[in-house]
């Protein structure tokens, strides 16, 4: 505590002091103190006893990572100093003009993260494979749904209705993957409801000009409408036959699956989480190196450009924007499909607005929203697996978590982004 | 390759924006088509480039009827276009733009852009352009976006280029490289339309000049014409070009501006430190190219921009840090850039314009309520006065022409009891006619003795106009030199260069 408090006065003074004009954001160096703060608060005032054990393997594991025991109470403390310097570092640095780089937040956010973990965790045990693999199967239809938003707003449209897309695509996996017990046919029927949400989201928006916003917005209360009456009043009465799709397994893939660590999160997963990575490679590549990718862009950068070239604006955002509909739909099975094998109403929690989040955090680039997407999945299982855990934080609290990262991040860390200069924007001829 | 536009009638609703034009245009030639803004140039050209369909009339290239549903048909068939407003991605790189459109690719769809590379290098090369293909395009000048929309005709093999207005947004020095450019172009066996309503530019490069008037051609005429024959054709009377004004009767210094800085809000320096001092009865003229600093500094001496530093004293009165209300109050009138966005309010009549700024009090309000019988006589008065052409003064006033929305701005302005008048491209938009008329106005202003600042980015304009010239460039004062300088040096420090002897 006594370490942090500088940082906070300094920064705190800095924050009133509005004529400092310059372009590098003050915001970096006053959330810094806030969490040390924060963190340093909940340590000395709730302390802990005991250590804490970092398991690093699981039993089906090849190679056997021994556990990190660490002394909860002094791990903690030794963190909240660390993470002081990086602050008053950034402080410093923000003084003479300069921005903190990326890899001194990330060194802050890993040493707070394990500082928080040893402190809030302490007489237990952490899951680090579960946590960040569960983390992972969390972020699946946020990484789905953002990869929807990028592709929508790339080509100038803003998917607001990437929750309605979800929800669509949850209840149609559902459906349909009852009907045809096939999980593969769920996936289908998944990706053709987002398809269906995403078409109509075009036509007002791009043919009848009508604000994206205001339809996205009501095109997410209709969904959830529709999917809520739908199931009441017909999957409800006969749950056996349509509202009880098979569940996709975890395939483990061969030698990858036995790395220690990285094997068990990334690569002991359903095969819906191996269409991710192809969909997040794919969506990367084909945005920044094919024709279609250029034209793409053009269209959101500059639509009369892309006319004047020969490029058909509308018919090239209602393409991406089907297409992008359809990658959200995706998302929106691992709901139905992976998490539990029944559809519930409003049962996104929306999730999309998350995603949302995450493709402006991410700067319109499918491989930063995809982070910024894990991250949040992390928030919530993070909420999960400590109250599972016992932590001496209130659940309700936990709860907020993903919630508060997200404002957080959105608010606080972005700094200055620039999105396709032609989203939201209608396009008219003449 | 030959082209014919025949019998090209264009309307939209009532409007007919071209009535049976007919031209042609032969490989190797320079045509330029002169008009004044809103005779229907642009429509033509839209007509051709598949932009708009034509109600009437054919395009025929060597010969042969052509449909064009879009740009696309367009280029295929061999017509490029320079557009007035850059048709470029700002974020995209130079060989990113030039492909787009016309990508080559290799495995699995990736693009080619070694070919694209290698493209702009041999173009560029071959018209001594010097563009670097890899630079992207918001970071590269204005001039050099130009070029870059020039080679992306030529990579797609125009035979026919169009340049709509393209010595908008140049200086002098890039106008005239641009005209060598052309020559070079029209020599290689390219067919050149060359729209402009700039007297001095058709004269220095057309091969032959087609004249429209309100959507009809009025005339042919030829390069030896003069340009007091020219305008007359455009405008359809004789019309006098050069201002008829007196050497100034220089009063005290009415307005000392100091180390005048605006930053703005994303921290960018749009205005650094500049100073300057205007006598009564002076008019100053401030030149450059457009977006460098010229907007801050009006706007910072009406009181709307923030973050503005240094000092502006009228008369003794410091203006900084005023309200807009009372830097009104003390006599400051002001024609703002864009009158459709900051001049007017295109749905009020024109009456109620003319007293948008005197809604405060007396005379026209009382008690809060409009005198309308004092406001419809004002209003009559003024626009007998000012010569606007309208149907009548409860006309709404986004409905006149651009000429007369200028007229109804500078009515307004000009009918206060100045102390300073800031008048910013005065003129931009608006006729031959009402070009003349305006520039006289003002100069009766500086002739009753009230200090003015014009900025302009059109030389023809600040030579008519000033009485010193103050060259703008990113911001800074470059120099303040006479009225009389001539116009390649004023070029020259548009550009950034100082001049050899500066005279305060």
């Given at each position: 505590m006594s370490t942090a408090t500088p940082t906070v006065a300094e920064t705190g003074g800095l924050a009133s002091d509005?004529?400092?004009?310059?372009?590098?954001?003050?915001?970096t160096p006053i959330l810094l103190g806030v969490i040390t703060v924060l963190l340093g608060a909940a340590v000395l005032l709730g302390s802990q006893d005991g250590d804490t054990t970092f398991r690093?393997?699981?039993?089906?594991?090849?190679v056997q990572l021994p556990n990190l025991v660490v002394p909860a109470e002094a791990t903690a403390l030794v963190a909240v100093v660390l993470m002081a310097l990086v602050a008053a570092e950034s402080t410093r640095r923000y003084v003479a003009g300069r921005r903190t780089p990326l890899w001194l937040i990330s060194v802050y956010s890993v040493v707070a993260m394990f500082g928080f973990l040893s402190w809030a965790a302490a007489g237990g045990t952490v899951p680090v494979v579960g946590l960040l693999g569960g983390s992972l199967a969390l972020a699946v239809p946020l990484v789905f749904g953002a990869l929807g938003g990028v592709l929508g707003e790339r080509v100038?449209?803003?998917?607001?209705?990437i929750d309605g897309q979800l929800l669509a695509g949850a209840f149609a996996a559902a459906l349909v993957g009852s009907l045809a017990g096939s999980t593969w046919a769920g996936l289908l029927g998944a990706m053709a409801a987002g398809l269906l949400v995403a078409l109509v989201l075009a036509v007002f928006a791009i043919s009848y000009y009508v604000d994206q916003v205001i339809v996205g917005v009501v095109l997410n209360v209709l969904i959830i409408g529709i999917t809520s009456f739908m199931f009441s009043q017909v999957l409800s009465e006969n749950t056996e036959k349509l509202n009880s799709p098979p569940r996709f397994s975890t395939w483990d893939i061969p030698l990858l699956s036995d790395i220690p660590l990285i094997g068990p999160i990334l690569f002991r997963q359903t095969p819906i989480v191996y269409l991710l990575y192809i969909a997040v490679a794919v969506v990367t590549y084909a945005l920044y190196r094919t024709r279609w990718g250029l034209r793409l862009r053009a269209v959101g950068e500059h639509p009369k450009a892309a006319d004047t070239v020969g490029i058909k604006v509308k018919a090239t955002r209602y393409r991406t924007m089907l297409l992008a509909g359809a990658i959200a739909g995706l998302g929106g099975a691992f709901y139905t499909?992976?998490?539990?094998s029944q559809f519930n109403r409003e049962m996104t929690g929306g999730a999309g607005y998350i995603a949302l989040a995450a493709v402006i955090f991410g700067k319109w680039d499918p491989i930063r929203a995809t982070l910024a997407a894990l991250l949040f999945g992390f928030a919530s299982n993070l909420q999960g697996v400590l109250s599972v855990l016992g932590s001496p934080v209130p659940s309700e609290f936990m709860l907020m978590l993903p919630y508060v990262v997200t404002i957080f991040a959105v608010a606080g860390l972005v700094g200055r982004s620039r999105p396709p200069a032609a989203s939201g924007q209608p396009y008219k001829k003449g | 390759m030959q082209l014919a536009l025949r019998d090209i009638t264009k309307r939209f609703g009532s409007l007919v924006a071209n009535d049976h034009i007919s031209l042609t245009v032969e490989p190797g030639e320079i045509h330029c088509l002169l008009g004044e803004n809103g005779a229907g140039k642009s429509t033509l050209m839209n007509v051709l480039y598949g932009l708009y369909t034509a109600d009437e009339g054919s395009i025929e290239l060597d010969g042969v009827e052509q449909h064009f549903d879009g740009p696309g048909d367009a280029i295929a068939a061999g017509i490029g276009m320079v557009h007035q407003h850059f048709m470029l991605v700002p974020v995209f790189t130079v060989a990113e733009n030039v492909m787009l459109g016309n990508e080559s690719t290799g495995f699995a769809g990736s693009l080619d852009l070694g070919a694209a590379r290698a493209r702009v290098r041999e173009i560029s090369e071959r018209f001594g352009f010097h563009v670097d293909p890899d630079a992207v395009v918001e970071e590269l000048p204005v001039g050099v976006q130009q070029r870059v929309e020039i080679i992306k005709a030529l990579s797609r093999d125009a035979r026919v280029l169009v340049f709509d207005e393209p010595t908008a947004v140049l200086t002098p020095q890039e106008t005239d490289e641009l005209m060598a450019i052309m020559r070079q172009l029209a020599e290689s066996g390219v067919g050149i339309v060359f729209i402009t309503h700039k007297l001095r530019e058709v004269r220095a490069v057309a091969d032959r000049i087609t004249v429209i008037r309100l959507g009809k051609v009025v005339g042919e005429a030829s390069p030896t014409a003069s340009n007091n024959e020219l305008a007359a054709l455009m405008v359809g009377r004789e019309v006098e070009l050069t201002v008829q004004k007196q050497p100034p009767t220089l009063g005290d210094e009415a307005l000392v501006v100091e180390g005048l800085t605006v930053v703005d809000a994303a921290g960018i320096t749009q205005l650094d430190g500049v100073s300057f001092t205007v006598r009564a009865g002076e008019i100053l003229a401030v030149a450059g190219v457009q977006g460098n600093g010229q907007t801050e500094l009006t706007e910072a001496l009406l009181g709307l921009q923030d973050g503005v530093r240094g000092s502006a004293r009228l008369d003794g009165q410091e203006l900084v840090g005023r309200s807009v209300r009372k830097i009104l109050d003390a006599g400051v009138g002001f024609v703002p850039e864009d009158r459709q966005v900051d001049g007017l309010v295109g749905t009020f009549t024109i009456a109620e314009n003319l007293m948008l700024d005197r809604s405060f009090g007396k005379p026209f309000v009382s008690t809060g309520t409009v005198n309308q019988s004092l406001l419809r006589r004002f209003a009559e008065e003024k626009l007998a006065e000012y010569d606007v052409r309208a149907p009548g003064i409860s006309t709404p006033a986004g409905s006149l022409s651009g000429g007369n929305q200028q007229k109804v701005v500078v009515a307004r302005e000009l009918s206060k009891d100045l102390r300073l008048l800031v008048a910013a491209q005065p003129t931009r938009g608006v006729d031959v006619g009402s070009i003349e008329f305006i520039h006289s106005q003002i100069v009766a202003t500086r002739d009753s003795g009230v200090p003015v600042v014009v900025v302009s980015t059109e030389l023809d304009e600040v030579a008519a106009l000033a009485d010193r010239i103050m060259v703008l460039y990113r911001g800074k004062v470059v120099g303040i030199v006479p009225a009389d300088t001539p116009r390649d040096v004023l070029g020259l420090m548009m550009a950034g260069e100082r001049p050899a002897e500066e005279v305060a």
């Open positions: 509005s004529g400092a004009s310059s372009s590098v954001p003050r915001k690093l393997a699981t039993r089906a594991d090849f100038g449209v803003v998917n607001i209705a499909l992976v998490s539990v | -």
